[in-house]
């Protein structure tokens, strides 16, 4: 349809020579956009791809060091870790408070990773792409949990538990979850 | 309503348990935000949209987790635990359960 239009279009410029209307000029703007748009959609993939191939690394880092960061910031200020998975405090101490808290990060691999990942598949073995990712997003949610305990004021959260769960699968096509996205969740509860 | 993820709530103590309490929630991603989401994809790390998401949704099943538990008559809920599943295409379902139970201070 499209095809024939252009062709109806591009016959009738053709033939008129240099002597344009504005409805014809009109129609040419509106066909370029039309296959300016198609090739973008062509090329967008093509580059966020090659984009993925050599600047993820780096946007992953620049993530894990703010994280890296902050996890020693709590450190000194605390002396020691605030999360603990036992379900009663080690230090024989008076509780006045207790609330749940929740913390989440959802996590996917780069373009890049998910396709060596893809590759690794075939033979099997440690997908080392996605083991950082991984990390990362597990050590995120829990600098979450303590943040936002210390920033609520609690001095200890007990019984911490972190689960991994995948969301927003793509059921259709027979793909599952083809982005790769997880979710982590951190809970535990807080007390003062 | 006080929730905690331990057997007990510190400082009080349990007269009676009113059996399982829970909520749960449905939600299917935003089209803009999953465009986005999709964006994010290429370079990999959080996705923010997701996240928000999420949280939003854990919250609403808690709320009616505890809901649940004040129309038991409970005043408190423990051992409060998550479950995350996808349902459909680009749905998750988001489930909170605990136990009810009537606790005095002291």
Redesign the interface.
């Given at each position: 349809m499209l095809l024939n239009y252009s062709h109806t279009a591009l016959a009738s410029l053709l033939s008129k020579g240099d002597s344009l209307n504005s409805d014809e000029i009109g129609e040419l703007l509106g066909l370029s956009v039309a296959i300016l748009l198609g090739v973008l959609f062509i090329v967008f993939p093509f580059f966020?791809?090659i984009?993925?191939m050599l600047?993820?690394r780096f946007?992953?880092g620049k993530?894990q060091k703010q994280l890296l960061a902050r996890e020693s910031f709590v450190m000194e200020q605390l002396g020691e870790d605030n999360l603990h998975t036992l379900?009663?405090p080690i230090t024989d101490r008076k509780?006045?408070?207790?609330?749940?808290l929740?913390a989440?990060?959802?996590?996917?691999?780069?373009?890049w990773?998910l396709f060596l990942g893809g590759i690794r598949s075939i033979f099997g073995g440690n997908i080392v792409s996605f083991d950082k990712?991984l990390a990362?997003?597990r050590s995120?949610v829990m600098q979450r949990l303590r943040e936002q305990a210390i920033g609520e004021g609690w001095d200890e959260v007990?019984?911490v538990?972190v689960?991994t769960?995948?969301?927003?699968?793509?059921?259709?096509g027979g793909k599952m979850n083809k982005?790769g996205?997880l979710?982590f969740?951190a809970?535990?509860?807080g007390?003062r | 309503m006080?929730?905690?993820?331990?057997?007990t709530?510190?400082?009080f103590t349990i007269t009676k348990s009113l059996g399982v309490v829970s909520g749960s929630t449905v939600r299917a991603?935003h089209i803009g935000k999953?465009i986005l989401?999709?964006l994010?994809?290429?370079?990999?790390?959080?996705?923010?949209a997701?996240?928000e998401l999420?949280?939003e949704a854990?919250t609403e099943a808690?709320g009616r987790m505890m809901m649940d538990a004040s129309q038991r008559g409970a005043n408190a809920v423990v051992n409060?635990?998550?479950a995350?599943?996808?349902v459909?295409?680009?749905a998750?379902e988001l489930f909170a359960y605990g136990t009810g139970v009537i606790i005095v201070e002291g």
């Open positions: 966020a791809f984009y993925s600047f993820a946007h992953q993530y379900s009663n509780i006045n408070e207790s609330r749940l929740v989440n990060i959802t996590v996917g691999p780069s373009w990773q990712v990362y997003g995120e007990l019984n538990r689960e769960s995948m969301v927003m699968n793509k059921v259709q982005r996205t979710e969740l809970y535990g509860t007390i | 006080m929730t905690s993820n331990i057997e709530i510190p400082g991603k999953d989401a999709g994010k994809n290429i370079i990999g790390g959080e996705l923010k997701y996240t999420l949280m854990r808690l409060v635990r998550f995350t599943s996808s459909a295409g680009g998750a």
